[in-house]
Every structure is written in structure tokens, then in C-alpha cells.
């Protein structure tokens, strides 16, 4: 989860780098917060601002001086800079808290407008391993087969085993209409896949809807492929279409979601629970506890609810699904979600750089954890293995399970 501007927060997965633009969503400023407080340039030239008197700073610049004059090749400082700043992040073990060139920070605001050049898919570095969040729904990258916790191995015939996220999301990007080949590992196998993914211009709208008809009973089917800037007034707009299409329930599909602004969450929750309902809990380091309760906008309130999860759901789409849950809203159904539970916050950097950092933990209504366990369903619902099957049980199962409801 991460913080944007003007305290709007952001729940993606995301995004140690940010999507890729391949969906440059980890990944979503994701609940950013936007803080112009950054250290100046003239930093580099003080190694005395804000620097710990516990540390010797004058390795950093002896270590600089021995690349610049030593180096048998062409070395560009602006880019050992940025090298610099990516593994002091780095180095906090965190996968959520980067450093963002200034290029990153602008496909990390562009891939939330839900335009952007790539593939389509969220990676992360997990176990030092790049790893698929969630591919976007109907992307290049789905359509080729690839799938929420695929682990990447090559891009373009290079292993990635040393690179940086960085690195391999560089690799992958590219101009609509180029392909790119990629060695790819489906989670709970071992044995490795080929798959060609041509780029493409992608414009997402992150909420549809359609109305369908289960038992002689008219259904309406929102799907949320990730909480953008255009989540709210769509689900709005949509929670008002279904009320005048006479509709008896609701399936809310929220698969493959990688989340986004936590503000987005929030208010999406907001339709579907009663004024004041706890949505999300968040715990800062210093073990402060912040409630988000929903707004009282209970449009949706008295509809009978299913929702649809994956190994794909996470952060934002966890928020949602975990206030659903905990406040015995509507059932869950389908796979354990991804289990992202952190706060992120963006901080910008000089240059149109900018820090995306963890800043807090956040907890379901029940104060439950997710961050690295996730939420399992009320009704688990196995996805089909077989990648190339149109069959959709866990949909099947949500059409069951809703008329159920319905009185």
C-alpha cells in the first residue's frame, strides 16, 4: 500500500518498481503522499547534512573516486548515483521500498491513469526471484498465458539471475508493436516456459460492468482490475446503473487485481458497508493504530454480495476483500490472496526522482495480518490448470452461491 498526493494513499502490490510498464502499476503513488521536504543537491556536496555521526561517509566517496579513475570503460555518474540510492534502499530487505528514477516515478503515475505502453504485468522481487504479481486483465501479457506468481527467468535469451527489478523491467518495456521473449516458470511447477508477448498502447478502464441473468435473476458482475484514478467515479457510476437495472445481487470480481489507492479501496468499500464500518487499520512504526471507516456512501449496502479472489489480489483489492470478510459483508470466493499488508508513502527526490518507502503495516477490521499470508476464502475454488481452458469455475461457483442469497 503506498501514499500519494494530497494524503491519497496507495494499496498496490506492488510495485517494487512499479509495474512494469509492462504495467509500471510493484505495483501504485499507490496511497502516496507526496512530501516536498527532500534533501537538495548541494547534499552531495555536504556529506555533513543529516548524516549519522556513527557513519563514515568517506568510503562512499573513496569507493567513487576509485571506479571514476580506475574503470577501463565509459562510466556515467548521473547513472552511479541512482545505482547508489537503488541499493542503499535495497539493502533494507524490503521489496516495497525503492528508489524511483525519475523515468520510474513517471510511469509509476502514468500506469495508475490506466495508460501506458508494455505488457501488461506487475513484477516484484520476491526471495530474489522476479516475480509476476498479477498480470491486467485482457493485457498482452494474459493472453499470452502468463500468470500471477510466475517466476521470470529470461528476457530476451539474458538470464536475469543478476539483475536488478530495475534491470529486467527495462528489458521487458518497449514500443507497442516489438515482442519480447521471456523464460517463465508457472508457480507449483518446475519446468520452464517460453513465451512470446507483443507490447502494445494499453488503456484500462479499472471498473466494468455487466448485468447477467443466474436462475431467472438479474446479476450485476463488477469487475475491478486495479484502483486508479478513475476507480471511484466508475464504481459510482455503476452502483447508480444497477440500482435502475433492477438488479437482485452482486458478483465483485477482484481477481488478478494488484491494488492501487488505498483511497480508491476505501470508498469502493464505502458503497457496499454501513457509515462508519472499519474498512482498513494501519500501524505505524512507532505502533500507533489509524482506523479507516467507511463513509456512509452505502449505495450498494442492501444487495447480496459475492466476491472473487486470486493469487493475483492483493494490497488494495486485500483491503477490500478483507473488510467484506471481517465485517460479515458477503462471502469469498476462489484462491488465497497474494498477502501484501504494507504502507507505502512517496516521497519526492530532486530531478523527478522519488522515494517509495514502507511507512506502516496495515490490518483487517479484525486486526488480522496479511502481509506474507493473505486471505483465504470463505469457499476455496481451484482455477483450471490447464491455461488454455475457458472453463471458470470460481465464477460458476459465485453465479451458485449468489441466488442463494437472494430472498
Known sequence: MERKKNNKKIAKIVLPIVALILFFYAGYGFGARHNSNYLPPSYIKNSSVGQPSSVDFSLFWQTWSRLRDLYNGSSDPQAMVYGAISGMAASLG?????????????ALTSDLSGQFEGIGAELIM???????????????????????RDVILEVNGSSVENMSLD?????????AGTEVKLKIVHSGSDQPLEIIVTRQNIKIS??????????????AVIKISQFGDDTVSLADKYANQLKGDGVSGIILDLRNNPGGYLDSSISVASLLLPKDKVVVSEVDKNNSKTDY??????????????VLVNGGSASAAEILTGAVKDNNRGEIIGEKTFGKGCVQQIEPLSGGAALKVTIANWLTPNGSQINKIGITPDIVVAAPTDSSSTADPQMDKAKTEIVTKIK
Open 167 to 175: 534491470e529486467v523491467i527495462s528489458k521487458i518495456r518497449g514500443k
Open 126 to 148: 520476491n526471495n530474489n526471484q522476479v516475480t509476476v504479481i498479477a498480470p491486467l486483465a485482457s493485457s498482452p501479457a494474459e493472453k499470452a498465458g502468463i500468470k500471477a
Open 293 to 306: 471507516k467507511a463513509d456512509g456512501n452505502s449505495l450498494l449496502l442492501d444487495y447480496p454480495l459475492v
Open 206 to 219: 479499472s471498473v466494468t460492468y455487466n448485468m447477467i441473468s443466474v436462475s431467472g435473476k438479474k446479476i
Open 94 to 106: 524490503d521489496p516495497y521500498t525503492v528508489f524511483l528514477k525519475p523515468s520510474d516515478n513517471d
